[in-house]
Nanobody
Framework: QVQLVESGGGSVQAGGSLRLSCGVS????????MGWFRQAPGKERERVAN????????YYTDSVKGRFTISQDNAKNTLTLQMNSLKPEDTAMYYC?????????????????WGQGTQVTVSS
């Protein structure tokens, strides 16, 4: 049973940083995507970043490129999102998610395992 538990959210001022962590357990797929998504009130859920365990470059949505970094620590079973230079428009509930897939090109959608989310609020 896959379990994902996010932590690290909070309230910061614009320009600040936060580091989100997702504790991962129960993933036995050979190939899979792991990603961070966010959803602000009244908006659709958005893929922020993802990695593919078989390799390749991480994906970042345009609005976070150069500011956010996704990484996976296999030894600690943790997926991390380092968020720097935060902006008010980054305010959202952030979720980590996992999708089994044989190709990184399929990491854009269709995630089947989700955490409960952690709130990020950026004030101006």
């Amino acid at each position: 049973q896959v379990q994902l538990v996010e932590s690290g959210g909070g309230s910061v001022q614009a320009g600040g940083s936060l580091r989100l962590s997702c504790g991962v357990s129960g993933v036995t797929y050979k190939w899979y995507c792991m990603g961070w998504f966010r959803q602000a009130p009244g908006k659709e859920r958005e893929r922020v970043a993802n990695i593919y365990n078989a390799g390749g470059s991480p994906y970042y949505t345009d609005s976070v490129k150069g500011r956010f970094t996704i990484s996976q620590d296999n030894a600690k079973n943790t997926l991390t999102l380092q968020m720097n230079s935060l902006k008010p428009e980054d305010t959202a509930m952030y979720y980590c998610a996992v999708k089994p897939t044989v190709a990184s090109s399929w990491c854009s959608s269709g995630y089947i395992h989700w955490g409960q989310g952690t709130q990020v609020t950026v004030s101006s």
